[in-house]
């Protein structure tokens, strides 16, 4: 049924998404985004258009793109019709049905998605079934969406690493599932950059050993899925030398991989003196010197989510800090690709000998931070 969910305002611009399968990459909203330019106006986008590898089904409401992505055929009015029940339930919830009011009550929209869908299939649509779940939003409500925190900015370098050991003279032919959402790229000498031009197959006589074959970049612009949540409130008072830290991670969007070599690293503010935490996953240790706060939690567990929290000790006398200190999270994912990059096929042509041909995933943290 469906698998994604786009929304996007009357510039053209996806400001909300909703992934119920695996993670579709932006890209695909390029054909839509062609379709777009060709219309007269935007009523006039047709509603149904089919992509090498998906439908995309849409409906206009309110200045704004409910555009869904679908990989089986289903009947198109089906489609329509739960979108629009989207946009109705939407203006039934907030008043009105805007980029703004979206923004403003994201949490609350990703949990009516979460409960409209289930796996893609459509479940509780009627608003009254919806509103016995999921409270309607009030003011506390509303504060509480502010502060659950959004991507400020997220990017993806890759890099494709060969290991051949091949006789003779192959050549060889590397083809992708999905090399639209690849931004920027750049090759090994060996690639032959015409044929990447023309038709997005990288074609080369590869030497042999180890060696770089490509690094690509996946900008903002594109999908870049954050693959685990943080829940965190790291917070000093004004009266007396102490403060308060609670951190809580779990999964997000890591396809059923598991998260492994998980580490939180904190730079305390120079008045910390001490810390006293409990951790209900690995360990974690404070320097005094330099005021890190390093937890290393290993593999992450989604059954018992790991938390750390206790006190702080401050110095005394010493005024609050005027800024809480910024989580940078490591971490490793293997046989996932979080940009959504998947190898086809792999030929060999010249050789008549039947090659080992093998493909490894693996998803690691760079610099990934989250402000406090």
Known sequence: MIHSLFLINHSGDIFL?????????????DYFFEAKEKAVDPENVPPVLQTPHH???????????FLSVIQTEVP???????LHRVADTFQDYFGECSE???KDNVVTVYELLEEMLDNGFPLATESNVLKEMIRPPTILRSVVNTLTGTTVFA?????????????????????FMNPRLLDDVSFHPCVRFKRWESERVLSFIPPDGNFTLMTYHV????????PVYVKQNISFFETGPCGRLDITIGPKQTMG???EGLMVTVHMPKTVLSTNLTATQGNYTYDLATKVLVWDIGKLNPQKLPNLRGSLSMQAGAPKPEENPSLNIDLKIQQLAISGLKVSRLDMYG???????????????GKFQVRT
């Open 17 to 29: 998404e909703k992934h119920w399968k695996s993670v579709i990459s932006r890209s695909v909203c």
């Open 55 to 65: 439908y995309l089904i849409s409906i206009y409401r309110g200045k704004l793109f």
């Open 76 to 82: 198109p009015l089906f489609v329509i019709e739960f």
């Open 100 to 102: 703004v009011i979206i």
């Open 155 to 175: 990017e993806i370098q890759g890099v494709i690493e060969a290991c051949v050991r091949l006789t003779g003279m192959p050549d060889l032919t590397l083809s």
């Open 219 to 226: 900008s903002s612009q594109n999908l870049v899925a954050i």
């Open 257 to 259: 991989k598991t998260v």
């Open 351 to 365: 050789e008549k000998y039947k090659p080992f041909k093998g493909v490894k995933y693996v998803t690691k943290a």
